[in-house]
């Protein structure tokens, strides 16, 4: 099993033609391990990525991180939390980083404070006001 980070994670999950050679290192090194770990932040991250740099819309990113959940390549750091935050993510209208922390939250127990609107509207998360 291997570690990624963000940048071969998405190099594994897009093909980007302006990084094709980055493409191929990582797709052969992940096919010689034949397992993949994938930190929480990564799965954070690669979001972010994906919407920023590549404009991909919630549809699409919702098709990435079920197939990274159902791919045996894959194991996910905190599975549970990645569930919850996907199912929460397809629902409702906050980022899937904050529903990965609203997750991790509930899983230990605690309420999240937040200031943002969109997040506050989520079952066990209280909203701070204006």
């Known amino acids: 099993m291997i570690v990624v980070d963000t940048n ?3 190099r594994l999950l897009v093909d980007d033609p302006g990084s094709g050679e980055q493409v191929r290192t990582a797709r052969t090194r992940v096919k010689h391990a034949k ?3 994938v930190p929480q932040v990564v799965q954070a991250e690669t979001v972010w990525v994906l919407e920023s740099a590549y404009g991909l819309d ?3 990113i919702i098709s990435i991180l ?3 959940a159902r791919n045996q390549a894959f194991v996910l750091q905190h599975e549970a939390s990645h569930q919850k935050a996907l199912s929460a993510y397809r629902k409702g209208s906050a980022d899937f980083a904050d529903y990965l922390i609203w997750a991790q939250c ?3 127990g605690h309420p999240l404070l937040t200031f943002d609107r969109r ?3 989520t079952a066990g998360v209280i909203g701070l006001g204006p």
């Open 35 to 37: 397992q993949v770990f």
């Open 119 to 121: 997040l506050a509207r």
């Open 58 to 60: 919630k549809t699409t």
């Open 106 to 108: 509930e899983a230990a």
């Open 8 to 10: 071969v994670l998405v």
């Open 66 to 68: 079920e197939h990274l």
